[in-house]
């Protein structure tokens, strides 16, 4: 199955910031909504944000008014811009593209990338 691949994580002091980046395999003419998750050690994976494929986006209550998620389309990805970061936003952060019909032909939901690493120390 095909595999976003995300990147852009790091590790950052409390009320720094990161932008994290999620491209596509394939590529298509079509917005594809992209979907943002986390998860901590311990933790199950968790919703963060998501742009749908009218680039309206969605977050969490956790990343409301710290987070934005948007797209570069020139690179063919979708990035989140992640400030005022805090210690329990450390996790592996994932994304997932969902499916699509576009020119004749159906990309399916992808499988979860590899995920990037965030670290946010107090």
């Known amino acids: 199955q095909v595999q976003p691949v995300e990147s852009g994580g790091g590790s950052v002091q409390a009320g720094g910031s990161l932008r994290l980046f999620c491209a596509a395999s394939e590529y298509t003419t079509c917005k594809r909504a992209v979907n943002w998750y986390r998860q901590a050690p311990g933790k199950e994976r968790e919703f963060v944000a998501r742009?749908?494929?009218?680039?309206?986006?969605m977050y969490a209550d956790s990343a409301k008014g710290r987070f934005t998620i948007a797209r570069d389309n020139a690179k063919n990805t979708t990035y989140m811009q992640m400030n005022s970061l805090k210690p329990d936003d450390t996790a592996v952060y994932f994304c997932?593209?969902?499916?699509?019909?576009?020119?004749?032909?159906?990309?399916?939901?992808?499988?979860w990338g590899q995920g990037t690493q965030v670290t946010v120390s107090s």
């Open positions: 742009i749908n494929d009218l680039d309206r986006p």
């Open positions: 997932r593209i969902d499916s699509i019909a576009c020119g004749g032909r159906w990309y399916p939901t992808t499988d």
